[in-house]
């Protein structure tokens, strides 16, 4: 089945300082990849739709000069958050859609549990 | 713009018994997709069943099977002889591009 990999899975940083997600499809190609973005007990929530080969579609009130993401291959988007603040602690999710396929299906990340201290 | 609510925070059920988890969403798409997503302690998002929206038939995976009644916007999930593992969140969720999710309902089946 389609794997969708997220590194780092934990990271803690501190406050002020910037601090880059990836994620990856492993075994498809993905034109499309979204980030998501889930606090606790709550559902998911979509930042922004990561486009390969151009730039991102951030939903309304995500802040793009503070979540960067790039989408530089068919496998690779990363998400990086500057100058990091307590608030943006949270679990962040990504997922991906297989080109090659007709469906919508989405494939999911394992996230990435962040912690600005 | 889509949205999805789930109305029921919290379920449970007893292992070996039927629980049918409540969905409704609103879009102005003629085509789009229906999902639901389980959500154990990990945080891995599992697909549990598909819907798509030009499909009369109701969708069903082993236990799992939904009720879709797209004139009432209404896309519940029945799960049968429920397990010890089905206990998780449930995402309902509505897609045309992107995936709209709703609050998620918690499931506790007990043993």
């Known amino acids: 089945g389609a794997v969708v990999s997220q590194h780092p899975s934990r990271v803690i940083c501190k406050s002020g300082t910037s601090v880059k997600i990836e994620c990856r499809s492993l075994?498809?190609?993905?034109?499309?990849m979204f980030w998501y973005r889930q606090f606790p007990k709550k559902s998911l929530m979509l930042m922004a739709t990561?486009?390969?080969?151009?730039?991102?579609?951030?939903e309304q009130g995500v802040e793009k000069d503070k979540f960067l993401i790039n989408h530089a291959s068919l496998t690779l988007s990363t998400l990086t958050v500057t100058s990091a603040h307590p608030e943006d602690s949270s679990f962040y999710i990504c997922?991906?859609?297989?080109?090659?396929?007709?469906?919508?299906?989405?494939?999911f990340g394992p996230g990435t549990r962040l912690t600005v201290t | 713009a889509q949205t999805v609510t789930q109305s029921q925070p919290e379920m449970s059920v007893q292992e070996a018994e039927t629980v049918t988890l409540s969905c409704t969403y609103d879009?102005?798409?003629?085509?789009?997709?229906l999902f639901w997503y389980k959500q154990p302690p990990s945080r891995q998002m599992i697909l549990v069943i598909r819907?798509?929206?030009?499909?009369?038939q109701n969708a069903t995976e082993n236990r799992f099977s939904v009720n879709f009644q797209k004139a009432a916007k209404s896309f519940s999930l029945k799960i049968s002889d429920s397990q010890l593992g089905d206990a998780a969140m449930y995402f309902c969720?509505?897609?045309?591009?992107?995936?709209?999710f709703g609050s998620g309902t918690r499931l506790q089946v007990q043993p």
């Open positions: 819907q798509e929206a030009y499909k009369q």
């Open positions: 997922s991906a859609r297989d080109s090659g396929q007709t469906s919508y299906e989405q494939y």
């Open positions: 990561s486009n390969e080969g151009s730039k991102a579609t951030y």
């Open positions: 879009t102005s798409e003629s085509d789009y997709y």
């Open positions: 075994d498809f190609q993905a034109t499309t």
């Open positions: 969720a509505s897609q045309r591009r992107a995936l709209t």
